[in-house]
């Protein structure tokens, strides 16, 4: 009877170790794979990083920057992503800069703390600046 309870034992703490595994590695790959930022740019999260994959931005800023080779595809969109608890990320996004004087006229990339949260149904993404401002939503293609 006590190898019975022992063996038991033995079979649920290696049922709870397992488990734990298991969740613990789902979280971790959450974000991969390809998003929609908004309509006409895509990017793709491959680890701690995301590449934009689709770049067709009609406002002038951005059309600035694309002619310059600050933005496009291929360009690095985030930078740095990692868990940081259970289905939130942190990391940097790759923001325009420019002049307010020329507010169309791209001088650069500045890169910007951010938080990701990603939805427990995995499809969608909520983005925030480190001040807690600046909220977007943006989804899985």
């Known amino acids: 009877m006590k190898n019975i309870i022992k063996l038991s034992g033995i079979i649920i703490l290696s049922m709870l ?30 680890g701690s990083n995301g590449t ?9 800023l951005s059309l600035n920057a694309i002619q ?21 990320y942190t990391g940097q996004e790759a923001f325009l800069s420019y002049n307010s004087g020329s507010p169309n006229v791209a001088t650069g990339v500045t890169w910007y703390n951010i938080t990701l949260t ?3 149904d995995g499809e969608s993404v909520t983005r925030r600046m480190e001040s807690g401002t600046g909220a977007a939503t943006f989804y899985r293609k």
């Open 68 to 88: 310059k080779g600050y933005y496009g595809v291929g360009a690095l969109f985030y930078r740095n992503i990692k868990s940081s608890g259970y289905l939130t």
């Open 118 to 120: 990603l939805a427990t």
């Open 52 to 60: 934009i994959t689709k770049c067709e931005d009609t406002d002038p």
């Open 17 to 46: 170790i397992g488990f734990g595994f298991v969740s613990c590695g789902e979280d971790d790959l959450g974000l991969n794979g390809e998003w929609v930022i908004r309509n006409g740019f895509e990017i793709r999260i491959n």
